[in-house]
């Protein structure tokens, strides 16, 4: 049982590249989401998804895009990376948000 | 500023001794949780309080929770090396579509 898959652990981005930090789940929960974490800042919610095909902003959403087309994945697409999104993002997974699953996290460098 | 902030920041402990470290928050939840995070890793939930709760164990955790004081408390009673990691709640919070807050954590040292 895989649990929350993220990919990649390590990325170094340039300020305007953009990428897809993927999130797959094989635990069938419907809600999803994905944090950033920064130091003495605990997690920030950035976006999360109830469901495939809904998704709704989190505290920190500028910048980052998501979709949730299935039920197992839920991408976070950063569209022209800045050096203030420079964390570690985290997604999680849940049946009912009771009980969150995370993945190992991304750790994302934007130079 | 975060809805859940713990207290203290950090602890260094004895194996053996019981770590005791706090939450508070603003405003109404549905339920409060806490996770631990090993360093590099992601975070593993530990136990879950509803707002109508008062107390929960859960082997050598023991949550508490103060609705009037907006605060809980989790203790690890005979810490052991493998506790060292930090430690964060989470609220639910009722007047935010019921989504999931995390405060700043405490880190826990337990030396052997």
């Known amino acids: 049982n895989a649990g929350v898959t993220q990919t990649p652990k390590f990325q170094v981005l340039k300020t305007g590249q953009s990428m897809t930090l993927q999130c797959a789940q094989d635990?069938?929960?419907?809600?999803m989401s994905w944090y950033r974490q920064d130091p003495g800042m605990g997690l920030r919610l950035i976006h999360y998804?109830?469901?495939?095909?809904?998704?709704d902003q989190g505290e920190v959403p500028n910048g980052y895009n998501v979709s949730r087309s299935t039920t197992e994945d839920f991408p976070l697409r950063l569209l022209s990376a800045a050096p203030s999104q420079t964390s570690v993002y985290f997604c999680?997974?849940?049946?009912?948000?009771?009980?969150?699953?995370f993945g190992e996290g991304s750790r994302l460098t934007v130079l | 500023s975060q809805q859940g902030e713990e207290d203290p920041q950090a602890l260094s402990i004895q194996e053996g001794e019981n770590a005791t470290m706090n939450c508070s928050y603003k405003?109404?939840?549905?339920?409060l949780q806490w996770y631990r995070q090993n360093s590099g890793r992601g975070l593993v939930h530990l136990i879950l309080?509803?707002?109508?709760?008062r107390e929960k164990h859960s082997g050598r955790l023991r949550v508490t929770l103060d609705t009037s004081k907006k605060s809980s408390s989790l203790l690890i009673t005979a810490s052991r090396a493998a506790d060292t990691a930090s430690y964060f709640c989470?609220?639910?919070?009722?007047?935010?579509?019921?989504?999931?807050?995390f405060g700043g954590g405490t880190r826990v040292l337990v030396k052997p």
């Open positions: 999680a997974s849940s049946k009912d948000r009771r009980e969150l699953f």
């Open positions: 635990m069938n929960h419907e809600y």
């Open positions: 998804s109830v469901g495939a095909g809904i998704t």
């Open positions: 405003t109404s939840i549905n339920n």
């Open positions: 309080i509803r707002s109508n709760e």
């Open positions: 989470a609220t639910e919070i009722k007047a935010a579509g019921n989504k999931l807050t």
